[in-house]
T-cell receptor, first 112, second 112 residues
């Protein structure tokens, strides 16, 4: 079974530039999550989707962050414009049953 | 929100059992206990979860105290590949469908 796929794995941008991360969950997993992980900390939830509906986006900084999951399968997380403090690892996870979450390898973002 | 407390780090020897403690004195009756681990440069990985009874799977065992105020993740025979950060997490609803709230976890070091 293929795991959660994320791209790119690494991204370096200048501050104020836009950036986008892509996630393809495990086939058949209706629930998709985006997390942010700062160095030395545990992941923090940004948004949760059930199929194409964002059911929890309370932690998503909506002034600069946006996400979509148009067909209820893959998803894109965007930051515009990026700030220095956005440097982190962005993790995507999916779940088949609401009990176990399967995480991708993450995208490491560096904002200069 | 119920919180968990874990030691910052633990050391163990290869091929010996490892007992990772977690305190959650304010756990509510419907909170499930989840354990995830994160190997270096990877996304978190589901290990095990439970409510009241002890649980076993191919990766580990979860021992839950009778009053549910603490739990222990047991790795029966540690290998070098078990070196990771282990997170003990409570889910606020009946299942894990909600986003998980990770703490800092326990950094497990395995000595050869």
């Amino acid at each position: 079974e293929a795991g959660v796929v994320q791209s790119p794995r690494y991204k370096i941008i200048e501050k104020k530039q836009p950036v986008a991360f892509w996630c393809n969950p495990i086939s058949g997993h209706n629930t998709l999550y985006w997390y942010l992980q700062n160095l030395g900390q545990g992941p923090e939830l940004l948004i949760r989707y059930e199929n194409e509906e964002a059911v929890d986006d309370s932690q998503l900084p909506k002034d600069r962050f946006s996400a979509e999951r148009l067909k209820g399968v893959d998803s894109t997380l965007k930051i515009q414009p990026a700030e220095l403090g956005d440097s982190a690892v962005y993790l995507c996870a999916s779940s088949p049953d609401g009990w176990r979450q399967f995480f991708g390898p993450g995208t490491r973002l560096t904002v200069l | 929100d119920a919180k968990t407390t874990q030691p910052n780090s633990m050391e163990s020897n290869e091929e010996e059992p490892v007992h990772l403690p977690c305190n959650h004195s304010t756990i509510s009756g419907t909170d499930y206990i989840h354990w995830y681990r994160q190997l270096p440069s990877q996304g978190p990985e589901y290990v095990i979860h439970g409510l009241t009874s002890n649980v076993n799977n191919r990766m580990a065992s979860l021992a839950i105290a009778e009053d549910r105020k603490s739990s222990t993740l047991i790795l029966h025979r540690a290998t070098l590949r078990d070196a990771a950060v282990y997170y003990c997490i409570l889910s606020f609803s009946g299942g894990g469908a909600d986003g998980l709230t990770f703490g800092k976890g326990t950094h497990l070091i395995i000595q050869p």
